[in-house]
């Protein structure tokens, strides 16, 4: 209907505009010939008035014919004989007192006509002047002369009318546009009621549009009101749905009979990619079969899909440890008969397994201390001794190795109370440098008896964090730095600003540690030496305790040593 209605009107507006450009052209040419007539007539007066003054008129005809060749000249005399023509022998033409220029001339003076002519086959306009003598001066120009001034027009005549139809043809768009916009109105509206994205302005429109379409508009417009607010609704549990699944930390993967995917959750969507940064979406992977991209330990046997029970299934898969769980929907929920669930289980392995070296370990540490504590006990309590001297030496024995327990214990307290450590806590502005002098005059005896110099090279910068808890990080670098140093070594404390950061660096010349259990040495209760550490006092939580500080206060630390030459550990702290 569209091509019909918009065919029709430009057909009639293109009518119009050649019939107008037909009518413009005719009243040109009859104001180009009105004006040519004109134009003929005051020549033919000048060229009367010129050939009067001339001896031999013959002589002034036929130079006026020279130098204007477009123009006809003919002289009759008062019967009508032609004397002179500059196209034709004058003797082999006819008499003119007949011709109504001619005989207009003769009667008023002047006369003019248009009309074929026999002679030159050519419609021709004329001029004629009566003579003071009586004869007849006429002048002649053909059609061919008359519309070169329209020639000169004519392109701008195509170019005009070629506008006016690009402009037709616009209008007629535009009109058949606003002819049909209500009803496409109607068309659309009724086209996403069931999308449910109708919206208030469009429905506005309807009310402006043809009166007879407003109740059949209206009736739809309070159905798709409904509709579309039970849409809104779905959408918005759908969406709700969606983002539940998508923040799951387990994969979530809907199954038809055959084991092809129906739907798969973000997470999982990861877990099946064969690439670590998938490029293509979700949907490639609806209506494949789920057993390609499993590993081949973790595809589910054909008899259990046959029995129809739940099956799980523990795999390692890319350095991680992930659980498969098979479970049968009740009823089904479309094509999906089947959900299968993978968690990742590492860190909870993980967990498990760092408790329960957490565990051992605690009970191996503590059990030591204890059992000297309580063999010397023993020894005390049953008189096995010889003199008193030996009660002195086993209860020094002992309370060394109470001293012992209860460092340990605190250490452990103290690290637990670092990872609850509130993020409030550690917003003081603590002069590092300070501190660290604070500490190094603190631990002078020690140095003393172990025969260590410590050298330090600080500066006025402050870290932002908790004053407590960094000196305890200068304290253990230090202590470590000269506890498992030689007698005459030294210890080098330096500070240094780099940007945002502050980085302390610690140096000793001490035993230094070896190369293959360098990354083992921030481990809880890990020590490279376990005799020589015991006898030295160390527990193995020092830099387990460093190593957190650090963190806590979103530093980092590193560590560079090499055997017998001494260790650096380097600490990078954000400043104040």
């Given amino acids: 209907m569209k091509k019909q209605i918009y065919l029709h009107l430009f057909l009639v507006g293109l009518a119009c ?6 009518v413009c052209a005719f009243a040109s040419w009859q104001t180009a010939k009105r004006q040519t007539l004109a134009d003929l007539q005051q020549v033919a007066q000048v060229m009367g008035t010129e050939m009067e003054h001339y001896s031999d008129p013959y002589v002034f005809l036929r130079r006026s014919s020279k130098s204007s060749v477009d123009l006809r000249f003919t002289w009759v005399d008062h019967h009508g004989t032609v004397l002179y023509d500059s196209y034709e022998e ?12 001619i005989a207009e001339a003769l009667g008023e003076g002047q006369g003019s006509d248009a009309r074929h002519s026999t002679t030159l086959q050519e419609v021709t306009l004329y001029a004629a002047q009566r003579l003071s003598n009586g004869s007849v001066l006429r002048v002649a120009r053909t059609q061919t002369e008359l519309f070169r001034p329209l020639e000169a027009l004519l392109p701008w005549w195509i170019v005009s009318l070629l506008l006016l139809i690009l402009i037709c043809q616009f209008t007629v768009r535009r009109l058949t546009q606003g002819l049909l916009d209500p009803l496409d109105q109607a068309t659309r509206y009724l086209s996403q009621i069931g999308q449910g994205d109708t919206t208030e302005e469009e429905r506005q429109l309807f009310h402006t549009s043809y009166p007879e379409l407003i109740p059949f508009l209206a009736t739809i417009d309070r159905q798709g009101k409904q509709l579309d607010q039970s849409l809104r609704n779905l959408e918005q549990e759908r969406n709700t749905m969606k983002r539940i699944t ?8 809907l199954l038809d009979d055959q084991m092809r995917i129906q739907w798969i959750n973000a997470w999982g969507f990861q877990l099946l990619q064969q690439e670590e940064r998938p490029t293509a979406g979700r949907p490639r992977l609806l209506g494949k079969f789920l057993m390609p991209f499993l590993p081949p330990e973790a595809r589910i046997p054909l008899n259990q899909l046959k029995d129809g029970r739940s099956w799980t299934q523990t795999v390692k898969y890319r350095s991680r440890q992930y659980q498969l769980d098979l479970q049968f929907l009740t009823p089904p929920q479309g094509r999906a008969t089947r959900m299968l669930i993978i968690q990742d289980i590492t860190e909870a392995r993980e967990r498990e397994q760092l408790r329960r070296d957490f565990t051992a370990n605690v009970t191996h540490e503590l059990k030591t201390p204890l059992t000297s504590i309580s063999g010397f006990a023993e020894l005390m309590a049953a008189g096995m001794y010889q003199k008193k001297e030996d009660i002195t030496h086993f209860g020094q024995l002992i ?3 109470a001293g012992r327990l209860l460092e340990m214990i605190n250490s452990i307290i103290f690290l637990s109370r670092i990872e609850e450590m509130p993020a409030n806590a550690l917003q003081e502005e603590v002069p590092l440098g300070g501190l660290i002098q604070s500490v190094v005059e603190f631990m002078d005896p020690f140095c003393k008896d172990k025969q260590v110099t410590i050298h330090c ?11 407590s808890m960094l000196r305890e990080m200068a304290m253990n670098l230090i202590d ?10 030294h210890v080098y404390v330096t500070m240094k600003r780099s940007g945002s950061q502050v980085i302390l660096t610690v140096k000793d010349t001490g035993i230094g540690i070896p190369e293959d259990v360098q990354e083992r040495v921030f481990e809880r209760f890990y020590r490279v030496d376990g005799s020589r550490s015991k006898q030295s006092g160390g527990s193995g939580l020092g830099l387990s305790i460093v190593k957190h500080i650090v963190e806590q206060h979103r530093g980092n630390i590193s560590l560079t040593s090499r055997l017998n030459e001494g260790t650096t550990i380097e600490v990078h702290l954000p400043g104040a």
């Fill in 17 to 22: 505009i050649l019939i107008t450009a037909l």
């Fill in 480 to 489: 470590n730095g000269v506890k498992y140093n030689r007698p005459g070594g």
């Fill in 457 to 467: 090279q600080l500066t006025e910068d402050k870290v932002r964090g908790s004053s």
């Fill in 90 to 101: 004058a003797s082999r033409m006819p008499n003119h007192r007949e011709r109504p220029e």
């Fill in 399 to 401: 309370r060394k190795e």
């Fill in 246 to 253: 998508d923040s799951l930390k387990e994969g979530v993967i």
